[in-house]
């Protein structure tokens, strides 16, 4: 397992204890955003102003689970975009460095955010809870989908061989692979869940069908 492990890692440089400590620190502070932002979507419910429901049977299942897939692409499209603009070079050291500085992604750099880029990500949650009716349960669910599939993302190792990036669910999803590439080359790769956006733009490395794990 180890050795099969240690075959497969995207890492090229050792992890740094210094950064992984300051990874966990800007975790913690987008930890705290989430809570204010998760403390301000309830407060603005229990005025009414937002579209978020608690009865299950108000839409229908079937919305339930459509309205999931649906938060799950507008934070795909909405992360993309903003992704993008922070990488660009009048704002990136301020905004977006703090999740890249320790290089080669690791579990713990999956939530260390900059203040900056932690408000506007949280604000995602916020703006869609007044735009689409949600269920509680979507909204939870959404979270927990992005926390995962953050760390899953940022492991440094790819989980799937190789030929699943030539299966249907390789090539629409974001796998270790993937997200490595743009801890490396900054300019391409900049979507959450899906590759729809970077294919479309341009953004997808040309290299990538062809890497494999070493
Ligand atoms: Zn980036
Ligand atoms: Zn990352």
Redesign the pocket.
């Known amino acids: 397992m180890g050795k099969s492990l240690a075959n497969k890692s995207l890492r090229l440089k050792p992890l740094m204890n210094s950064s992984i400590r300051k990874d966990i620190e800007l975790s913690i502070l987008s930890a705290v955003i989430f809570g204010i932002c998760g403390a301000f979507i309830i407060s603005e419910y229990t005025w009414g102003a937002t579209l978020l429901y608690t009865d299950l049977h108000q839409y229908g299942l079937w919305y339930l689970i459509a309205s999931f897939g649906l938060v799950l692409i507008l934070q795909d499209t909405y992360f993309y975009f903003i992704h993008r603009m922070f990488h660009h070079p009048l704002i990136f050291k301020w905004m977006h460095y703090g999740?890249?500085r320790s290089g080669e992604?690791t579990p713990w750099?999956?939530s260390a955010f900059d203040l900056p880029e932690a408000i506007m990500q949280a604000l995602f949650f916020a703006g869609v809870s007044f735009i689409v009716p949600l269920h509680f349960i979507t909204l939870v669910a959404a979270l927990i989908t992005m926390t995962v599939w953050?760390v899953f993302?940022?492991l440094g190792f790819e989980v799937f061989p190789t030929s699943y990036k030539n299966y249907w669910m390789g090539k629409w999803l974001i796998g270790s692979m993937h997200?490595s590439i743009?801890?490396r080359k900054y300019k391409v790769h900049y979507g959450l869940y899906f590759r729809f956006w970077d294919k479309l733009l341009g953004t997808e490395d040309p290299s990538y069908l062809n890497q494999t794990h070493t």
């Open positions: 999740h890249h992604p750099s999956s953050a993302t940022h997200h743009h801890h």
